[in-house]
């Protein structure tokens, strides 16, 4: 089956993940890439591998967050265009992020789903500090940074017309 012929089931899907800091947003996006096919491209890999030691402050991490998109853009398109779906590890929690989700699906004419972590600040920080603990994750958050941070958090809106998949912590 050529590409024109392929069903809907098979075309390429840009995935998004919303949520807080250690709401389980790359925990998802591995569990997704098993049962969606999909590869993952991981901010936190990248800013890590690029940026070693210069991500100390907010701005940083703005501005190396914003060359990092600026350089991925055509090669994410690409992707889908050719019929991979990608699942971006990056977090999409202002609307400014989403628009440029939206861009790259919109680009590159595929499908999308807006998965949105709905956890509690007071489980995000439980898990960033066990995280921040364990010494695994390239970055460690405080508390403070944890809530400097979370202040620019916007949790989607159906008004913004993404298929949001909505994702709630078992109790």
């Known amino acids: 089956m050529n590409k024109s012929q392929s069903s809907s089931d098979e075309a390429a899907v840009l995935h998004m993940v919303c949520g807080k800091i250690a709401s389980g947003k790359s925990t998802l996006t591995k569990r997704l890439a098993r049962t969606e096919n999909a590869m993952i491209i991981s901010e936190d890999s990248w800013l890590a591998n690029l940026y070693p030691g210069e991500i100390r402050t907010l701005d940083d991490y703005v501005r190396c967050s914003g060359r990092i998109r600026r350089a ?13 779906s990608v699942i971006l ?11 440029w989700g939206r861009e790259l699906f919109n680009g590159a004419g595929v499908g999308h789903r807006l998965h949105y972590l709905d956890v509690s600040d007071e489980i995000c920080k ?3 500090r066990a995280r921040n603990a364990s010494g695994e994750h390239p970055f460690e958050t405080t508390d403070a940074q944890f809530d400097q941070i979370t202040q620019h ?7 913004e017309g993404f298929q949001i998949v909505l994702h709630v912590p078992a109790q």
Do not use: C, E, K, Y
């Not at 590890?89 to 628009?99: E, L």
């Not at 958090?153 to 008004?159: E, I, K, L």
């Open 153 to 159: 958090f916007v949790p989607p809106s159906t008004t």
């Open 89 to 99: 590890d990056f977090p999409f929690n202002t609307i400014n992020s989403r628009a």
């Open 72 to 84: 991925l853009s055509d090669h994410v398109q690409a992707l889908l265009s050719a019929g991979m």
């Open 126 to 128: 439980t898990r960033l």
